[in-house]
């Protein structure tokens, strides 16, 4: 008898060289489905407990009011599967915010040299830390909070106050509905948000720099050892991060046209949290862009939950509810780690 | 083949490092449509050679000349791209990714600029099939056992169109079928004209599958030879370079120690031990003072039992009973407790601390025995450190240097110190001489003797016959995770081992 | 002359810096030399202390007090970064401990004998208990998650860290909670023998746990676990319980601090407390030379690092022609720097590029 070939039947036998039950039940994409379970049941809830929240206009506000966290939740997707943290996102979406905000303001420079002006600088403090994680192997934590402070104090030396853009560009495009069915639209905030995450899905599973990212999060050395460019692509990884942090900034100031250095405090936690209620493991080399999604849109369901429910609730809840949340997912991924690896050893 | 040219052709390569000679001036040929192996003692230079040859290290002297041209790889890339390709005994892929996407990652077929997943999929199938593997293509490297992992490697190095292929330490985690299997792999790529070579301490898969054999001794080139001229003995006369014979002057054994009544002097004893994944079903008894070998291959169990017996992992069902009281170990510390002590096989990731002193590694257990509030004196660490570096010979500046910086030989005494610190009953010692040079395997061995002569039990474990045999009373042999027979008196002879271990009674 | 030359001076010199630095102290203590020099400079009387009321005063005094809150907590943090871990819910903590404190305190307004006279809700001392032993339980939980669940250290403590101000919040009903009891505020705002008695708290949590270094296992324990935990258990050490209490001791470390916040403040603000305190924490604790990969810990180290960061903080204010903001910038290229020269690959690339430079001089 030949081992080698596996038929469907050996499944049930169990026999070495492969093991077909074992990963029908591939942990990863039970976990994207646990989040997006979570989040109908969750939408469900708060269809059948309030009048009006099962509507068209309720579902787009979750992407109308949080385009910020998806977009600067993708560039974090990128960094955790290689095994990275980003805390830098929030100070350096203020910071884009404030720099806009004091040069369209204040000195009178066209949004069309501003705009590209601040993505690249938040592409740049990316740039920079990528290359002291990779180049001198500091951890992604402490470099990240290293660029958190700088970002934030740069923002707030910039300015203490919030800058309000009077500009006609930013409200225009603040003010721009989108009509999709009848009464509900969507903002262009939305289309920016829908094609990074397109072009990010296009990226992690279509390109080799994808597929690279995800090597690296599963084992450094033998993507290295494979030949893989694995420096090029953790210093993209954290320019790219970079990046869609300054774009959340900019976002944050198409929904609301101001320039504020405390934007964004304590959004890196929020990001995170999104990440890994997506199912992306902290560990790195797992998780789904689209399960980010699914992740930010969790959160704010719960957010437009306690919304409905009134003053009755505390608005606190929302923050325990997002860290029960966040355990919860974690012990799961770690229980269905386990589970895979004791299905691969029999 | 004479008037062949070989394909990599290096001579007089040096390499060394601070402290250290690992090359001086050795040469090496390969020819394709072979598979060639190079044999030595542990820090022989083997791996230094393969890692210059790859582009890991830069050599310090010699030439390298590949398909006819000098060359100087500068990274295992460069190498790879060139034509030679490694499989390292950790099999040094992605677990996180599909079967597919670990053969083709970095040079995926493309349409309109995207991966073509299709392709990749179908493409990665026909490889395996030319390796006579057929799997799900689409499911993670990490479902998969060892054996597949490498014939994915394998299968990537195919892809790759390499030339020469490297293969380091390939059989250590292989069982019996799977290691048969390989070879059928490794005899169909060599009459395509794939140059193999094939680095292994396994001496009879030596004899079974290569055509050329070079000989390493100590940073220098003994001599290359084909491998049906030379006799067995020969090949470990050259890689020892002494007379097995004069190894034989050991220190009786301790059969004066075994008396007949068993149950008075029994130490410890295992019944009906077992536990899935681990170890089958097992039983066994090691008497005062006697010295316990455990032999078979790797992968047979040996470690998972010592693991069982040491409450590193946890039976599922079995009885222990120590001094002839039952007792349960659920820890390492409920073992030290009861006078157990186990020097584990992986030094480096299991045994030291390395960033810690000589003295703060030798007293670890002993202190960890004591507890966290009755903690050793200062001076007197420093006495028992100091005894020990005498007592087994540790070359360190002083006490204080940090472990790390110590060769491996004296780094294994360190361990073995700190366990005889804590005064055992039994000491289970797991591949202690793996890795250290001949005069330090003495040591260690003739250490092992004289402390069973003072009463201690020791558990011997080692994929060396020669030296199992040479300190053991009693041989427990393993095979496929179970203990399958003991052999004591005159069956303790390499033969009959590796007989039983074959499947011969 | 044959023995006094420059290579002995430098060999001499050389000697004294290996066997300094091989403390651990050495860049932490001139770093700080340097703050205080700059301030020597910048601020006349910075030196200064006289005494005002019975109470020692000055600059110095004044760093020493303020960085009471993060000497603490790094003290704590230093624990924990030993095991290769982080702690980043501390501020969390010391806000739930703030609020535990000021809600069973609180202070209402009673006439006793025609004289007014502020009661608390609670015994003092069973508030302070209360909030420590709350403090150091929230400890438990992250030890706990990390190790029996096997949850990283980021993820189990970021779950307190974003539960805890919520917990904090509700405990507080949203509301800032004033403190009015005036023996309580002894603790922050006292003085003893004319030194601020937060000093004397923070010298004796060192001193216990300098005593529990130096006199028990518990040092080697912590090193051996954060360095390589598999063979510290194969070594019969109970590794898991050593994380679990280092993180319950952080805990502890939080909820004195909380008191301290409470104290001071003479309110507790669930919002605010604590915040961005755990970012210090960690910052001294790397800035005092431990490595945040675990292994060899310095608590001096981390406590001349939480007085560079105050003294920093207050040289900033100091400097009128520095915006206050600025403090967070500077935070920063000092995280970069510290970070760099521990990096070995910065120092080697920094080496070859001094290297190359002899060798062309030559």
Redesign the interface.
Known sequence: MN????PILSCITGR?????C??MF?FKYLLLAATIALFIIMFGIGSVSFRGFFSLKVFFDLFIDNPFLFIAAIGMTFVIITGGIDLSVGSVAALTTMITGTLVEIHGVSPAVVLPFVLLVGSSIGFLIGIMVHFFKIQPFIATLGGMFLARGIALMINTDSITLNNSFFKAVSNYHIPVIGNAFITINVVILLSVVVIAI?LA????FG??V??I???E????????PVGRTKILVYTISGFCSALAGVTMMFYMPSGNPLHGVGMEMDVIAAVVIGGTMLTG??GYMLGTVFGVLILGTIATLINFQGGSVNPWWIRIINAALILIFCLLQIIFEKK?R?I??? | MADLKPIVEMKGVKKSFPGVQALSGVDFRLFEGEIHAIMGQNGAGKSTLIKILTGVYKSDGGSIVYCGSQCRFKS??EA??KGIS?V?QEV??????SVA?NIF??R?PRRFG??DWNKINSESEKLLKRL?????VT??L????V??QQMVAIA?VLCISSRVLILDEPTSSLDE?EVN?LFDVLNKLKSEGMAILFVTHFLDQVYRITDRITVFRNGTFVGEYLTKDLPRVELIFKMVGKDISAMSAMPQKCLENVSDNKAADSLLEIKKMKK??SMNEFSLDVQKGEVLGFAGLLGSGRTETARLIFG?DKPDEGECLVKNELKSIS???D???LGLA?C?EDRK????????SVR?NII??L??????????PRKKQEKIADDYIKALGIKTADAECEVRTLSGGNQQKVLLA?WLATKPSLLILDEPTRGIDVGAKFEIQEFVMSHCKEGMSIIFISSELDEVIRVSSRVAVFRDRQKISELSGNDLKEEKIMHTIAGGQ | MAGFNLRNIMGKVAGFFSAASRSGLLWPVIFLGLILLVNAVINPGFFDIEIKDGRLSGSLIDIMNRSSYIVLLAIGMTFVVATAGIDISVGAVVAISAAISAYLIGGTLVVENGVQQYVSFMPMPVAIIAALLIATALGMWNGLLISRMGLQPIIATLILMVAGRGIAQLITSGQIITIYYKPFFFIGGGYLFGIPFSIYIVAAVLAVVMFLKK????G??I??VG??K?????????SSNIILWVYAFSGFCAGIVGLLVCSNNKSADGNNAGYNMELDAILAVVLGGTSLAG??FYIMGSVIGGLIIQSLTTTIFSIKEIKPEANLVVKAVIVFVVCLIQSESFRKKVAGVIFLREKKSL
């Open positions: 081992k080698k070939n596996i070495k060289g492969g093991n077909s074992g990963s591939n296009i599973h279509y390109t080799n597929r690279t995800y090597a999060g599963g084992n050395q033998s993507a290295i050892l494979m030949g893989l080399g797992s895979g004791k691969a050893k029999s | 295992p890339l790879q791209k490694t390292y040094n892929l992605c677990p996180n990714l996407e990652i970095g995926e995207m991966i006579n593997v057929s799997v799900d499911k993670l990490s479902s998969y056992s054996a597949i990537r079928q299997e899935h994944g590193i820890s390492p510390s073992a030290i407790g186990f584990p990731t299991e045994g030291i601390i390395d960033e810690l703060e670890l257990a202190q960890g025995s004591l507890g966290i509030m009755k903690y050793l700190r | 006199r028990t296992a518990l080697l324990f090193q051996s360095i390589n598999t063979a510290t258990r194969f070594a019969g050490i109970n292994g060899k």
